[in-house]
């Protein structure tokens, strides 16, 4: 009797766990398996499933690359490994001409600063932005949040002949031309 239980119980749990399994492997790309913890999209080469994995992985130097909510500032995904960096062929300028990307100062005498050039990203210390222009590019600019002090991104990339304003001043750290 105690046997029947004993291997009815392992042919339920073999029922409930291997379909699972097979899903999480046919979703496997690169070596890599996508699973979501407390909302965020984990991409990992060993699947991440509770709070506190999450939480060691975060911590772990493990190369990984975070996507962050730009109005909530909560990471909205993970994923094993570094974005590449962009080869840095853009040049910036103390004024902002057509169609260049543009950090806008908050008020005069502060020039405002133009992107140009092929892509890439150009880092810097741009004090008191209050607007971000994409001009006729696809780009991206990232601020010294005041709150915390952490870098956070303008928005996220954005299409061409975009505009994206803040309530006050920040100081912009980076901007790149894609």
Known sequence: ??????LGTAAL?????????????????????T???????????????????LEAFYLSATPKTLRVDVGTGEVVSVTE????????FASVSSSCGSGDACLVAASAPL?????????????GSWASRITWRTGSRTAQAWYRNPSTGATTSWGGVKGPNTVLTLGSAVTALRVTLY
């Open 81 to 88: 490994g570094i974005a590449a960096e962009v080869t840095p």
């Open 35 to 53: 699973t979501v913890v407390d909302g965020v999209t984990v991409t990992t080469s060993v699947p991440v499933e509770t709070t506190e994995a």
């Open 111 to 123: 020039a405002d600063y133009g992107f140009s050039g092929s892509a890439g990203t150009v880092n």
């Open 13 to 33: 749990v073999a029922a409930l766990v291997l379909p699972a399994s097979a899903a999480t492997a046919a979703g496997a790309q690169d070596g890599l398996v």
């Open 1 to 6: 009797m105690r046997l029947r239980l004993v």
